[in-house]
């Protein structure tokens, strides 16, 4: 039952980070909930586990990484589209 949550979390947070970086809607769903569990990793291993968790998650630390992914993510797909 855990890991269904962090799949809903993670989703949530890449939504969250696709909509801040208005790329959200051409990534899709699974993007989404890739960016948000790659993105809490990457958020939680620089800046830490701090403020709120859901899931086992630092919210504010994961949404931040999430946005570094989903915007290296469309820089590159945004390139190889030209």
Do not use: D, R, Y
Not at 11 to 16: C, L, R, V, Y
Not at 69 to 81: I, P, R
């Amino acid at each position: 039952m855990h890991w269904l949550w962090v799949l809903i979390i993670g989703a949530i947070i890449g939504a969250i980070a696709g909509a801040i970086t208005s790329k959200g809607k051409s990534m899709g769903w699974i993007a989404n909930v890739v960016a948000g569990l790659v993105g809490s990793s990457i958020g939680e291993a620089i800046l830490g586990s701090w403020g709120p968790q859901l899931a086992g998650m630092a919210i504010i630390p994961s949404i931040i990484g999430a946005v570094i992914v989903v915007a290296v993510v469309s820089f590159f797909v945004g390139k190889s589209k030209n």
